[in-house]
């Protein structure tokens, strides 16, 4: 197998841990998340219409009244994981959060190849796919509980009442993203055009946050955006919508070059070294959290399940 698209692979799954961590900056200058998520999948959705439109791929979209409705759903996954990302990273760190979003996506794939849903094909419950689903929950467990050591002064926590939901938030999000491959994989069936069902899948994804801003704004459940201090973000603060067309992108070209188990299984592996790492140096001005002994073995064990579940 080539060793570039392994690389490449590797790579894509960095972006969506960098794509969570440095949307805070912009969570940060918009002043609500929802606003904030409106922004980033505004960008991302322009830079994939423009790559569309250069490849010349735009005028697949003519196809879209033959396909069935419901391939045209799964940009709907996107609002979820972004403004999840922007409420969990802060009180959980990177680590943590990108644990619950992978478990979420690990158990979520459990589910569509046991039971074979949106025409994937059937599979069975192997030892190796046991082994990595317990690895993976004793894992996000071994680093939920040493979460509370690391947290540095001051910053928002996740204990007291609300304590399940943020975790059912994270896993829940996690969850959704093999679901909207799933659709997005028949959309391309029927497009023929991975850039363009990208680009497509993004602006369902725009369209939607916005309208629940909308909604928000209007019941007063959320401040007004805040577009001004866009101006003051560093460049870097930037890079979200750049990660996540990177992600979606590299994932439609990478499936039918290496296979989707060894894409995911991949792809999940950058996802947690990456954000291992932003969380250990405190990089994009996240709170410093510190690579414990529990924090290493619960990452061991998350990298473990993953590549069992998918690999083996």
């Known amino acids: 197998m080539n ?61 879209l009244p033959d396909v069935e409705w419901w391939h045209l759903l799964g940009g709907l996954a996107s609002p979820l994981y972004i403004t999840s ?58 680093i939920i509980r040493g979460q509370k050591a690391t947290a540095p002064p001051g910053a928002p926590t996740m204990s007291g009442p609300g304590r399940a939901g943020w975790i059912a938030l994270g896993i829940i999000a996690g969850g959704v993203l093999p679901v909207q491959g799933a659709v997005n994989a028949k959309l391309r069936h029927g497009l023929g055009a991975p850039i363009t069902v990208a680009a497509f899948s993004f602006t369902v994804a725009t369209l939607t946050i916005a309208v629940v801003l909308l909604v928000l704004r209007l019941t007063g459940k959320t401040p007004k955006p805040q577009l001004a201090p866009l101006k003051q973000m560093p460049w870097w603060g930037w890079l979200g919508g750049a990660c996540a067309a990177g992600y979606v992108t590299g994932t439609f070209l990478l499936i039918p070059e290496i296979g989707a188990a060894v894409t995911v299984g991949l792809t999940v592996t950058g996802q947690q070294l990456t954000s291992a790492l932003i969380d250990h140096r405190g990089m994009f001005r996240l709170p410093t959290r510190v690579l414990t002994a529990p924090r290493l073995t619960g990452l061991g064990l998350l990298l473990a399940g993953s590549l069992a579940i998918q690999l083996v």
């Open 85 to 142: 990302g922007i409420l969990l990273f802060p009180r959980l760190g990177a680590l943590a959060s990108v644990g619950l979003f992978v478990t979420g996506q690990m158990f979520s794939s459990l589910v569509l190849d046991l039971g074979g849903f949106f025409g994937l094909e059937k599979k069975g419950l192997s030892p190796g796919i046991a082994f990595g689903a317990l690895a993976v929950l004793l894992g996000i467990v071994v």
């Open 3 to 63: 060793a570039a698209l392994l690389a490449a692979a590797l790579l894509v799954g960095c972006l969506l841990a960098v794509q969570a961590s440095v949307n805070l900056q912009l969570n940060k200058a918009v002043g609500t998340p929802y606003g904030a998520s409106t922004v980033q999948l505004s960008v991302a959705t322009g830079l994939l219409l423009v790559i569309a439109a250069v490849t010349g791929s735009l005028g697949a979209l003519g196809k």
